[in-house]
């Protein structure tokens, strides 16, 4: 890869770490700042490289200084609510359009194959990736005076092969948990076996790079190409588990970072490329992304202890009986020491999830989570403000409240 690339690669990454440190400051996180901070060593960054972390985490607490925004802003900065009931109504038939085209590109001479690669695509999800990407780029749109419809097609192949590698990565995913449920069905290992659902989930990766060809965009393709690797990379991290207590939550920010955020946050800056963005707003519109989907995946962890299975669609607590620790067991860990021992053995043993619950629901674990998932939706209503008002940069907003609010 070119070392120019691969360095800008690594500075995203570093970006969606340290901006998150500062939420988890801000929401009362108590940790001292000289270890709030990520191991170099887990994206492969030469020391060197990230020498002046710590430094940089310091800065950036009392507000967001990034001087390729032109600006600073403040942490205590109040939003004002969005007055959009529905944001879907302005990417709705673009979403139905998406369903059609990607059963289109799933197509192939083997019966069975066709069948499980469309299997999760039943246009009854949130669809929240497409419907992101398609809302910040008619928000860029509107915002340049983009009227050429040929673009926003571009751009919807973008959504498109999004929606695609993350379908694919949910396919893996299961063949790796060997799940029994996904989005309130049998899981596609659980009917096909593992085998084929794994080749399936490779087919549908196969036809999404297919289709981003076809855009002819290097800088895009490099933008989808990050998503792959992060989103592989986000699964050897969640397979580990940090020894030091002052490690973990960064941990679990990388992770999350890689195995969730980089889908929103490298489509969004991909259909920025398409529309001729500088890179002001190329930023503007990756960090919408990164925040957005930190977000919901915060949200996601918060619901694994608060819902139950007919809500989420999929098992309740299942992060701790994988052996994950999430925000609000990392948290609890604070308050409850004992946890860490748990932690270390992935809650291995007979009782050690019922224990890790008791905790978690005796501590303040499940509030923190709730406000650090606040920050980081108005930090993505920040970065949307950044365009000019309409409709859609409304939309974007209301996408970020839609996300923190959501039942499911």
């Not at 002052?246 to 920010?253: A, C, I, K, V």
């Amino acid at each position: 890869m070119n070392c120019s690339i691969w360095f800008n690669s690594i500075k995203n990454s570093e970006k969606s770490i340290i901006g998150s440190a500062r939420l988890f400051n801000n929401s009362c996180f108590s940790r001292d700042l000289e270890k709030l901070r990520y191991s170099c060593n887990d994206i492969g960054v030469p020391s060197c490289c990230c020498k002046n972390s710590k430094v940089a985490i310091r800065n950036l607490l009392p507000v967001r200084l990034n001087s390729s925004y032109g600006g600073t802003i403040p942490v205590s900065e109040p939003l004002k609510n969005t007055s959009v009931a529905d944001p879907y109504q302005y990417v709705k038939d673009d979403l139905v359009d998406l369903t059609v085209n990607i059963h289109k590109e799933l197509q192939s001479r083997n019966k069975e194959l066709t069948e499980l690669a469309k299997y999760y695509f039943d246009g009854k999800g949130k669809a929240i990736r497409p419907a992101i990407a398609l809302m910040t780029a008619k928000a860029i749109n509107q915002h340049l005076g983009i009227i050429n419809s040929e673009v926003l097609e571009l751009q919807k192949k973008v959504a498109m092969a999004a929606e695609m590698i993350h379908t694919a990565s949910l396919v893996h995913d299961d063949v790796i948990d060997v799940s029994e449920m996904r989005r309130g069905k049998p899981s596609a290992n659980g009917i096909w076996g593992q085998p084929k659902s794994a080749v399936a989930g490779d087919f549908i990766i196969s036809a999404a790079t297919r289709v981003m060809a076809q855009l002819n965009d290097a800088d895009v393709l490099i933008c989808i190409s990050q998503v792959v690797a992060d989103l592989v990379q986000g699964e050897f991290l969640q397979m580990g588990t940090r020894e030091s207590e002052s490690d973990r939550f960064n941990h679990y920010l990388l992770k999350t970072f890689k195995k969730t955020a980089t889908i929103m946050a490298n489509s969004c800056k991909a259909v920025s490329i398409l529309a001729g963005c500088d890179s002001h707003l190329q930023n503007v519109a990756y960090d919408y992304g990164r925040y957005i989907g930190l977000t919901f995946q915060i949200v996601d962890d918060l619901l694994d202890f608060i819902s139950d299975s007919s809500l989420l669609g999929k098992p309740g607590l299942a992060d701790l009986k994988l052996g994950l620790a999430t925000a609000p067991v990392l948290f609890a860990a604070e308050q409850y020491p004992e946890l860490n021992v748990l932690i270390m053995r992935r809650f291995s043993q007979p009782g050690d999830v019922q224990t890790a619950l008791e905790c978690v629901l005796n501590s303040d674990g499940l509030e923190r989570t709730k406000e650090l998932a606040r920050q980081h939706c108005q930090e993505a209503q920040r970065q949307a403000r950044q365009l000019n008002p309409s409709e859609f940069r409304n939309g974007m907003e209301a996408l970020a409240q839609l996300v923190l609010q959501r039942l499911k």
